[in-house]
């Protein structure tokens, strides 16, 4: 059952365009649903404004959590992933990896008319209103199909 779990985590993943992130940081709380991108290691990465609220939060406390559901499934279908770990933004020598990542990935085209010079480091440095963050997944969590009567969570390792 580990590698069916396991399987269908790494699927929602693929299928689905947003997580909702959820922030914390001086007795305040936020969420932002965000349209993601991820490597083979499991690294998150999104664009946002550095003056944002949950960019905000991420300087103060990086530790985030986060969800991924395909939301047009019926009830009966529905599975999703609950998600942990700490959130930054990413530096220099991790941009081209970075954009590589975000701009290869299905429906990145609407960043690309959003932000003209896409493949230019400086449209996220220095001046630039705009940065990538990541986020380091620590833990992972799904609903275990084969429990219907209960919401029963069970962590997988990817």
């Known amino acids: 059952m580990t590698a069916d779990l396991k399987s269908l985590a790494k699927k929602i993943?693929?299928?689905?365009?947003?997580?909702?992130?959820?922030?914390?940081?001086?007795?305040?709380?936020?969420?932002?649903?965000?349209?993601?991108?991820?490597?083979?290691?499991?690294?998150f990465y999104f664009i946002s404004e550095k003056a944002s609220k949950h960019a905000v939060h991420i300087k103060t406390n990086p530790n985030v959590a986060f969800s991924i559901f395909n939301s047009q499934e019926k009830p009966e279908d529905v599975n999703g992933l609950q998600i942990s770990g700490r959130a930054q933004e990413i530096g220099l020598?991790?941009?081209?990896?970075?954009?590589?990542?975000?701009?290869?990935?299905?429906?990145?085209?609407?960043?690309?008319?959003?932000?003209?010079?896409?493949?230019?480091?400086?449209?996220?440095?220095?001046?630039?209103?705009?940065?990538?963050?990541?986020?380091?997944?620590?833990?992972?969590?799904?609903?275990?199909?084969?429990?219907?009567?209960?919401?029963?969570r069970v962590e997988v390792v990817l």
């Not at 941009?95 to 896409?118: E, Q, V």
């Open 13 to 43: 993943i693929e299928n689905n365009f947003y997580l909702t992130l959820a922030t914390s940081a001086n007795n305040e709380t936020w969420v932002a649903p965000l349209w993601y991108a991820v490597d083979d290691k499991y690294t």
């Open 93 to 152: 020598t991790e941009l081209p990896h970075c954009l590589k990542t975000i701009f290869s990935k299905s429906g990145a085209d609407l960043f690309k008319l959003r932000f003209k010079d896409w493949n230019n480091p400086q449209t996220y440095l220095n001046l630039s209103k705009f940065r990538i963050y990541k986020i380091m997944p620590e833990h992972f969590w799904i609903l275990d199909p084969a429990v219907i009567e209960t919401d029963k």
